[in-house]
């Protein structure tokens, strides 16, 4: 899978040239996960190359996965399909709306049935059956997804102190902590609001994956500006003014501006060098704001 056409792997790693940053003594580097693949960003790719891999193991000819109306992930499994030579199948939680948004035709062009389940069966859908369908969980957050994530860290050649991450499913942030030296830590910013169990999620897919959890990570879980896919003026405010980048106001906005805020509240000594990963792709909204599709 690795001779994908158009992957871009290691990812670019490129240092935050900002005097908002330089004041504090800190340097930040980005880890431009965002431009591995057109169609599979981030760590999307990295969650399912081990999927698919596992996939072609057993035989399956019919990958299933689950996701929102929006979901990049939804997108990114329906595009491996297509490369990859398997059907595709996405759950997606809520009712049909006619004409599809951008995301769902998307994942529609390239092959996969859609079948929409109301939100009580889609809390519920651990317990659906596929019959010899591999199934790939919502965000791709399973032992192959962070084993997949894992090797971000080995790609980064420069030293670092801590590597920041946004967290959904916590998948990413389990990953990368399994691959950092003793001296390193991982730090994740939530993007959903009251994600305390992310801690215990965490833990378990660094179990399931690694046969143990590490305690070299922590969560903040205070900017998430009120939930997942929500935000406020500030958020917007902040995305405007950021010119490296044109962040993803679900995720990585909010990861970006949960850091600058730590480091103006003194969190990291002198001297400190940071990894932001910029893992999402992007799309405009209705109001010129990027985000997540």
Not at 286 to 292: E, F
Request: aromatic share 10%; glycine share 12%.
């Amino acid at each position: 899978m690795e001779d994908l056409a158009g992957l871009r792997l290691p990812s670019p790693l490129v240092e935050l040239e900002d005097e908002r940053v330089a004041r504090h003594g800190v340097r930040v580097w980005l880890k431009r996960d965002d431009l591995i693949h057109p169609e599979f960003p981030g760590n999307k790719w990295r969650k399912l190359k081990y999927n698919v891999a596992a996939a072609r193991e057993r035989g399956a000819s019919t990958l299933v996965t689950f996701g929102g109306a929006y979901s990049n992930h939804i997108r990114a499994v329906a595009a491996a399909g297509r490369h990859f030579g398997f059907e595709t199948v996405g759950v997606i939680r809520g009712e049909k709306h006619e004409p599809l948004n951008e995301s769902l035709a998307y994942a529609e062009r390239n092959g996969m049935r859609l079948k929409y389940v109301d939100r009580e069966t889609y809390r519920r859908k651990d317990t659906l059956e596929f019959g010899d369908a591999y199934v790939i969980p919502e965000g791709g957050a399973n032992a192959a997804g962070v084993r997949g994530c894992r090797e971000i860290v080995s790609e980064i050649d420069v030293a670092f102190d801590v590597l920041c991450c946004a967290c959904g499913t916590g998948s990413t942030l389990a990953g990368v902590a399994n691959g950092l030296a003793e001296h390193q830590r991982a730090l994740g910013f939530a993007v959903l609001k009251g994600a305390e169990f992310l801690y215990d999620d965490v833990k378990g897919l660094q179990e399931a994956a690694f046969g143990e959890s590490t305690g070299n990570w922590s969560i903040e879980l205070d900017f998430h500006f009120g939930g997942y896919a929500k935000r406020k003026p500030e958020l917007d405010e902040f995305i405007r003014g950021f010119e490296p980048v044109a962040l993803d106001w679900v995720y990585e906005a909010k990861m970006m501006y949960g850091l600058y805020a730590l480091l103006d509240s003194g969190r990291f000594e002198r001297g400190t060098t940071l990894v932001a990963l910029i893992a999402q792709g992007h799309a405009m909204s209705a109001n010129g704001i990027r985000r997540r599709p």
